[in-house]
């Protein structure tokens, strides 16, 4: 019999439609899968008791002959940071450790609507900061290409539980870079669609203006079919586009045809220093845009002048809005109570939050409420803001130019597990090409562009397309997913080690 673990998700939901397979059967083989590479990747913060259950209500609802969608009985992975009423949410942070959500997040309810099965919750850096997985409050997550080193951040266990084939779909978060950052370093695809266009109701909030909710897969077409389900207007979320999308899994089936790289203009952005980018990734870079010149697509020269103070706007803007957002989390309302014997209320706050928090969230709100206070407003997120909008501005104009921006997702391999704790700037330079998307509020994919001479681990290549154009990206990236699979034999994940032979 097949392995159902090392399926797509189209593939499997594929053969749960024609009964070849009972989403019983599928969800047990990934349980298993879980069962025997969790204890080294660690992808998981939670397993969940309820994932058979809710199989076998699909499978029987099938039996009915109920019309069910295109995904029914597929097992999805969900991000911590993502409430769920049957399975704790932590955010990665000890302050919320076994906290039970009252509602499920928006995507969560929308993915059980549809009959994907939760599987479990996924590990990721506390409160999505981070780019390593490293500052989760229950210890890292390992890349299952090389369990030395991290799987990237935020969303590492999303993106590890797909490419450790514990789960074929996940959900993540973006807010500069957790989807697609991790995608790059496991060899995986994320989506960070725009913003706006997935519900952030439920997901625990990081920087309001930046947050956005997505998928997390192994193919482009996968990704579009979890996309499918969890888009749209939500009026729980203030901020949610009233937009009627197309369908991401039909834009993924015709960009896989290719005839879309064909006169296609991509955008090459001329200030991206070379020099910070190992060469192997710029040389994975490089060859992904000359197989896309020889289908026809132009390749194109533009200017994004800002795009190098992102990173410096972006350290100012997200702390201010998540020391405001982490405000909540004052011992009263959420999770941890530590008390103090005869001390005030403050005194068990400041208590509290000093247990609770880990310190790149305590970092991150001491610097958040500096930038805001009074006297320092204009000068930090004041400003901050302003080169937010000169970054808007380049990507407008960049985009009369080009369909489509590329950069290498990130600029390194997965770097080794502990090789930059230590060093919060050497972090937060991870996000360079990342972040700007989020600035501007406009969506972006990482697919894998191949393996690093250097080390021979995976890289990834971002697309960025206009706000509102997620369905471009699909048609884009699924061409050179479709491209570089026919040169490799094969997906690059069939190239990652076998785990438990990997040690
Ligand atoms: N690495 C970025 C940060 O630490 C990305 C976070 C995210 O997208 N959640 O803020």
Sequence with gaps: MTDLTRLSAADLAAKLASREVSSVEATQAHLDRIAAVDGDVHAFLHVSEHALQAAADIDRRRAAGEELGPVAGVPLAIKD?????????TSGSRILEGYMSPYDATVVARSRAAGLVPLGKTNMDEFAMGSSTEHSAYGPTHNPWDLDRIPGGSGGGSAAAVAAFEAPLALGSDTGGSIRQPAHVTGTVGIKPTYGGVSRYGAIALASSLDQVGPVTRSVLDGGLLHDVIAGHDPHDSTSLDEAWPSFAAAAREGARGEVLKG????????????????????????????????????????????????????????????????????????????????????????????????????????????????????????????????????TEAFEKVDVIATPTAPTTAFRLGEKIDDPLQMYLNDVTTIPANLAGVPGISIPSGLSADDGLPVGIQFLAPVREDARLYRVGAALEALLEDSWGGPLLDRAPKLGEVR
Excluded: C, W
């Design 264 to 395: 296609l203009k991509v955008g090459v952005i001329t200030e991206l220093p070379d020099s910070g980018f190992q060469p192997g990734v710029s040389a994975s870079f490089r060859a992904s845009l000359d197989a896309m010149a020889a289908q026809g697509a132009e390749i194109v020269e533009i200017s994004a002048p800002h795009f190098e103070y992102g990173v410096a706007a972006y350290y100012l803007i997200l702390p201010a809005e998540a020391s405001s957002n982490l405000a909540k989390f004052d011992s009263v309302r959420f999770g941890m109570r530590v008390n103090v014997p005869g001390g005030t209320v403050e005194d068990v706050m400041a208590a509290t939050r000093d247990a609770g928090f880990g310190d790149e969230v305590k970092r991150r709100i001491i610097l958040g409420t500096y930038a805001l206070s009074a006297g320092y407003y204009d000068a930090y997120y004041g400003s901050a803001q302003k080169v937010r909008t000169l970054i808007q501005r380049d990507f």
């Design 81 to 89: 940071v993502l409430v769920t009423t049957d399975m704790p949410s």
